[in-house]
């Protein structure tokens, strides 16, 4: 019996990104320039109905970018989940406006458009739902919502590549969507980050704000930073999106079973009309989570995942009081199983067996 660990994410990287990596390099020419565009188009064609698309240097970069374009600043705030990654919170920080932290729903972990809706001021700019674990949030409910207060609404999409909620893809819904492409993401190029928006300005600000404000070479518009994507970085995206649709298949397929298979834990729910595309896999244990998940790790040699031990609310960074029940009790009970497509049938028994074994001695 194999007892090999299995990690919680493991980023597969094959001869087709090495071969388009030399490609690049033996060119000459490395930074952002043909690669991006085309892999702009492409991401553009297979994950967003054409809508269009601008590259930058990682999913921090665009969210920041995004919202700078969209004309957020200081004297605005932008509702944001406290169960996230803090990048969601950080770039709403980063433009000088403030992030207004809201709970989720315990179903799917995404923003409660009820409570959101109890947190809108005269200041509120907009809403950004996370598309977290790869589950699309309630748009329906977040656009209407957002429609009758007058407010823009801006999603991250960091963890959803390919994720559709009636058909719709998520970064199509907002008046931008932002991918990441870091290492452990359903797809990566190393790291970056890809904005979709189908509106022209924002487009246009993004161009300029991801490029030191210039659209013409030294004839700067705006003040802009360097957030440019590398050639180096497209062209390993540009091989993993060709393979996007077939790991998404197998993150699928490797949840179906654990759904089927898995007894005395709490698994993921999917809403009605929702595409998951298991950017993780998480389950709730009745007790002693940070035991189970010591267990799994030490006992058993699976590396299981707690996203997000802390509130974003309660970060020093933040540091904020916040009556969020949701959130404390998601942040208190769930764990991410590997889901990730590099896992084989052994692999898969193995996690099955694990957390079988665990939650029936009541770890
Ligand atoms: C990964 C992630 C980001 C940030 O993306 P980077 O490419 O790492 O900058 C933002 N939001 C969420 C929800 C994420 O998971």
Redesign the pocket.
């Known amino acids: 019996m194999s007892k090999d660990f299995i990690p919680a994410a493991k980023p597969i990287i094959g001869d087709a990104e090495r071969d388009a990596v030399d490609a690049v390099l033996r060119s000459g020419m490395l930074a952002q320039g043909a690669e991006v565009a085309e892999f702009e188009r492409e991401f553009s064609d297979v994950l967003l109905d054409g809508r269009p698309v601008i590259a930058v240097n990682?999913?921090?970069?665009?969210?920041h970018l995004g919202l700078l374009a969209a004309g957020v600043g200081p004297g605005d705030e932008v509702i944001v989940p406290s169960f996230?990654?803090a990048?969601?919170a950080n770039?709403v920080a980063l433009t000088g406006a403030t992030p207004v932290f809201a709970d989720i729903e315990l179903a799917h972990y995404c923003l409660d458009p009820d409570h959101v809706a109890s947190l809108v001021t005269e200041r509120t700019a907009g809403i950004m739902p996370?598309h977290?674990y790869g589950h699309p949030a309630n748009m329906p409910a977040l656009r209407a919502l957002a429609k009758r207060q007058g407010l823009a609404v801006f999603e991250?999409a960091?963890?959803a590549h390919g994720a559709r909620l009636d058909g719709q893809p998520v970064g199509t819904f907002g008046s931008f969507g932002?991918f990441?492409?870091?290492p452990?993401?359903n797809m990566t190029s190393g790291?970056?980050?890809m904005v979709s928006t189908a509106d022209v300005d924002v487009e246009r600000q993004l161009r300029l704000l991801r490029n030191q404000g210039m659209r013409r070479q030294y004839e700067n518009e705006v003040v802009g930073f360097n957030a440019r994507m590398t050639d180096l970085h497209a062209a390993i995206g540009r091989v993993q999106l060709t393979r996007l649709a077939e790991w998404t298949r197998q993150r699928q397929a490797n949840a179906r079973y654990f759904d089927a298979a898995l007894d005395g834990v709490g698994i993921p729910a999917v809403a009605d009309g929702a595409e998951h595309v298991y950017?993780q896999y998480t389950i709730t244990v009745p007790e002693d989570r940070d035991g189970f998940v010591d267990a799994l790790r030490d006992e058993h040699q699976i590396g299981a995942g707690v996203y997000y031990p802390t509130p974003n609310h309660e970060l020093p960074s933040f540091a904020r009081t916040a009556d969020l029940p949701n959130t404390a009790r998601a942040a208190a009970t769930v764990l991410s199983l590997p889901v990730h497509p590099a896992l084989d049938d052994e692999d898969r028994e193995r996690i099955v067996t694990a957390v079988n074994t665990l939650a029936k001695a009541g770890a």
């Not at 990682?58 to 969210?63: E, Q, R």
Request: glycine share 16%.
């Open positions: 990682s999913g921090t970069a665009g969210l996230t990654f990048a969601t770039a996370v977290l991250d960091a963890q932002v990441s492409l870091y452990t993401k790291e970056g980050g950017h």
